[in-house]
């Protein structure tokens, strides 16, 4: 098994999660860098609230997280998942235990899973749902294929876009579940709001979310601004 792994190592080597960079010896999925660097969301905003209930986010989705979803979703990195997932698992225990007995995800539609060759939501719920003993559970699929979000500048275009586009699954046992609902990203809840509603339709009885990353709000912009000026 040792010798597997340094062959894979040198045939593959180890790159940050994030960056991208290479490992060096020492670092271990992430380098020394960006462990530093990555920016966390504070205690004080993790857990976010809106239509879709309550949401815990685990980092800020700039710089070399941007970079590192980047890299995930649309450069092949599906090996980046398990690094994520850690992140995403330490803060939705801190934050929602208890409060769950099922792990589901927001499903990407079928064109999208071609395109693509995996869905990276789901893969987030699966190393999230190994760490704590669990199985990742599908219960929704997406019906109609939609433009990315992040082409889209308005909570209002965005709520449109995904309106009626996710049921339950055929023979998904969703009724009297309570459900932790894994994205990736939380920006205005418009897609992690459409499941929830779909899950609840279905006979859910609760639903909390967890996404690894969202944007930094405004104020916390400027919050940033203020205390780098003391």
């Known amino acids: 098994m040792k010798w597997t792994s340094l062959l894979l190592d040198l045939l593959f080597p180890p790159k940050c ?5 290479l490992l060096h010896s020492g670092e271990r999925t992430v380098c020394s ?3 530093k660097a990555l920016p966390y969301v504070e205690d004080s905003a993790v857990v976010r609230k809106g239509a879709y209930g309550r949401c815990t986010v685990s980092l800020y989705y700039e710089d070399m997280v941007r970079d590192g979803i980047h890299g995930y979703k649309f450069g092949g990195r599906q090996n980046c998942a398990g690094v994520f997932a850690q992140y995403m698992v330490q803060t939705a225990a801190e934050h929602l235990s208890g ?16 395109e693509r060759g995996y869905d990276q939501s789901r893969l987030l719920a699966e190393a999230m749902a190994k760490c704590w003993e669990m199985e990742a559970v599908p219960t929704l699929r997406k019906v109609r294929h939609t433009p990315p979000q992040s082409g889209l500048g308005t909570p209002e275009e965005r709520r449109a876009n995904v309106l009626g586009a996710y049921e339950i699954l055929p023979g998904a046992e969703v009724a009297g579940g309570r459900f ?15 499941c929830v509603q779909t899950l609840r339709q279905g006979g859910a009885a609760s639903v909390v979310c967890a996404a690894l990353a969202t944007p930094r709000t405004r104020s916390a912009k400027k919050a940033d601004s203020g205390d780098a000026s003391h």
Do not use: N, W, Y
């Open 17 to 21: 999660a994030f960056c991208g960079r």
């Open 33 to 35: 860098r960006c462990a």
């Open 99 to 114: 409060e769950f007995d099922q792990i589901t995800f927001v499903p990407v539609s079928r064109r999208r899973l071609k």
């Open 180 to 194: 932790l609902l894994v994205d990736d990203v939380l920006t205005t809840g418009s897609t992690m709001d459409a």
